[in-house]
């Protein structure tokens, strides 16, 4: 008897959640302006690239990709990572790029100098490339 009635229970919160409705919030309707967010995968830099500390960096994606829609890609950061895969966030380089240009120039950061480095833009990554000092 237990075992029907639990069975009679589980059929009966499943079709609950089947039939339960969902709200859906619009930014629009939360009173935020509407935006389309965008995930470039980097193309700059890469494994040739050598940023100089102090200076400016060019991080590249292929612009003909980009949705017309899209209007910002949240966040761009470094990475510093291991030769054995592992990866840890080092510092944000910009917030809101406009992905239009298909190219942002960013600050290179004071850290220390290595080979191991990666842009990571909203989750997509670029490959490893060098930091010099200045």
């Known amino acids: 008897m237990f075992a029907s009635f639990s069975t009679l229970f589980a059929t009966s919160a499943a079709i609950a959640c089947?039939?339960?409705?969902v709200a859906h919030a619009s930014p629009t309707s939360a009173g935020l302006s509407a935006r389309d967010d965008y995930a470039p995968s980097p193309i700059l830099p890469n494994a040739q690239s050598v940023w100089t500390i102090g200076e400016q960096g060019?991080?590249?994606w292929n612009k003909s990709l980009v949705p017309s829609t899209a209007t910002?890609?949240?966040w761009i950061?470094?990475?510093e990572s291991s030769p054995f895969g592992s990866a840890e966030w080092v510092v944000n380089l910009a917030q809101n790029a406009?992905?239009?240009?298909?190219e942002v120039l960013v600050p290179?950061?004071?850290?220390?100098?290595g080979s191991y480095f990666t842009?990571?833009?909203?989750?997509?990554?670029?490959t490893h490339f060098e930091i010099v000092a200045a």
């Open 72 to 74: 910002t890609i949240p």
């Open 119 to 126: 842009v990571g833009a909203w989750g997509q990554s670029s």
């Open 98 to 102: 406009d992905p239009q240009p298909g």
């Open 77 to 79: 950061d470094l990475y």
């Open 108 to 113: 290179v950061p004071d850290v220390a100098p």
């Open 18 to 21: 089947i039939f339960t409705p």
């Open 58 to 60: 060019l991080v590249t």
